[in-house]
């Protein structure tokens, strides 16, 4: 290491915050984890570990024992109400032999959870929920809700989720915008694996999209295999969902996948369903004095690409290649700023522009996708880079190439 052990705080033990947290020990820095909730579980419901994703925990040595807990999926499958397809992508077109994995939100946590538990230099303080940065001439300090202060640090990596409002005293840009649709969750078992090996969406204009994932298996249930169900919905229509017919929307979903008919059977209660609604975090730089953003609390956006989780993962990733290469804090946040830049921004730009074809009241968007979407998964080139983008790999949309993930990690099977 060629700098002189730093003393990092980090705000938040999500995804972003559990992996900077472990690479920034394992090169022998001393970082003090804080973490707003007193007993974290695993909660939440199915996402995608893309290749990406799965990279960064090879590095952390963390994707056996993730994976395990997942299940594979081989392709996206959309299609409309009427069984057209629109959209057939398989992570074989990447020609390298990976694929994609459905997970329980609460299996990533546990992992790195555990991990961050048994790491030397690692100090976890739970239950502390910092709610302002304090700019000292030694660094920032972290004041917490119960107004103690903790620090001043070298470094303050601030990855407290899509709800973060922690800003700087310098006033370091960060706009938020709510997107003004979002999604209904419903995490069920299925024994049967009737929804195995793909993420299959069905399409209905862009006013319906129901979605199916398979979860692996629960994080306290191993011989569990999951599925999640998301349902597209704006949010100011959330409330009349919950008091309207849940009957109906049970046919609706039935008729739309007969086979979603035994996961919604589970249901009583529209308040079972848990709403999910998206913000667009927009920063020019991801950095300020000594102080960095990671994960939702720097980028979040609409999960239509499947990437939050895996972004996390690549900026921890990042971050600890940077200040392991640049002695000074600073250099190495700009660094940081600059090598995450093209990734970020073309996922930021994609979401930003596809959620609007497949959630939204436009009668337009969804017609040019019913009929744009199926050309362009048709050519090769188009293809490729619709899998890469997919795959969470992508860094522009003409003339780029797409990040080099390096040989794909072996797994025992
Ligand atoms: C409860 C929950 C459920 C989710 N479910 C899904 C899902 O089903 N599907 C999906 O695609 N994505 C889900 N996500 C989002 C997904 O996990 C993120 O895109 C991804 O994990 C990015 O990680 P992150 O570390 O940036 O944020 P998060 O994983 O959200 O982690 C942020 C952490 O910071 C903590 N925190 C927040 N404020 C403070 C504070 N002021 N001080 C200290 N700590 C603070 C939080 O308690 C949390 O542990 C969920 C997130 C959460 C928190």
């Not at 899509?162 to 960060?174: F, K, V």
């Not at 169900?229 to 046919?251: E, N, P, Y």
């Amino acid at each position: 290491m060629p700098q002189a052990p730093l003393h990092i705080a980090i705000i938040g033990a999500g995804t972003a915050g559990a992996a900077a947290a472990l690479l920034l020990a394992r090169a022998g820095h001393r970082v003090a984890v804080f973490e707003a909730v007193a007993d974290p579980g695993p909660v939440g419901a199915g996402i995608m570990l893309q290749p990406t994703g799965q990279t960064v925990l090879a590095r952390l040595g963390l994707l056996q024992d993730v994976v395990a807990r997942g299940h594979r999926v081989d392709h996206l499958l959309c299609e409309t109400n009427n069984g057209r397809k629109i959209l057939d992508l398989s992570y074989a077109a990447l020609g390298d032999g990976r694929h994609g994995y459905g997970l329980h939100r609460g299996a990533l946590f546990a992992a790195l959870f555990a991990a961050l538990g048994q790491q030397t230099g690692v100090g976890v303080h739970l239950g502390i929920e910092v709610r302002k940065l304090v700019t000292t001439p030694k660094g920032p300090l972290l004041r917490d809700a119960a107004g103690n202060d903790h620090g001043p640090f070298d470094l303050t990596v601030v990855a407290d989720g899509a709800g973060s409002d922690l800003h700087d005293d310098q006033g370091t840009p960060r706009t938020v915008k709510p997107y003004p649709w979002g999604a209904l969750w419903w995490v069920a078992p299925d024994p049967e694996l009737r929804f195995s090996g793909r993420l299959h969406q069905i399409v209905h204009g862009a006013h319906t999209m129901l979605g199916l994932l398979p979860t692996g298996t629960a994080p306290d249930r191993p011989d569990l295999p999951l599925v999640s169900l998301f349902w597209s919905i704006r949010a100011d229509r959330v409330d009349a969902f919950r008091h309207g017919d849940l009957g109906a929307w049970k046919a609706r979903v039935s008729q739309l996948l007969p086979a979603a008919a035994a996961v919604v059977a589970g249901i009583d209660s529209a308040d079972q369903l848990l709403f999910a609604r998206y913000r667009d975090v927009v920063m020019p730089n991801w950095h300020g004095d000594r102080t960095v953003w990671l994960g939702d609390a720097a980028h979040a956006m609409s999960p239509q690409l499947g990437q939050g989780a895996n972004l996390a993962l690549c900026d921890a990733a990042v971050l600890a290649d940077c200040v392991a290469k640049h002695p000074d804090v600073n250099q190495a946040l700009v660094a940081y700023s600059r090598a995450r830049r093209r990734h970020l921004d073309y996922y930021q730009w994609a979401t930003r522009a596809l959620t609007p074809f497949f959630q939204s009241d436009s009668q337009l968007l969804p017609w040019l996708r019913d009929v744009g979407m199926p050309v362009a998964g048709a050519l090769p080139w188009t293809r490729r880079k619709m899998v890469a983008a997919m795959a969470g790999a992508e860094t522009g949309l003409l003339l780029s190439s797409a990040l080099d993930l390096g040989p794909p990690p072996r797994l025992e099977a």
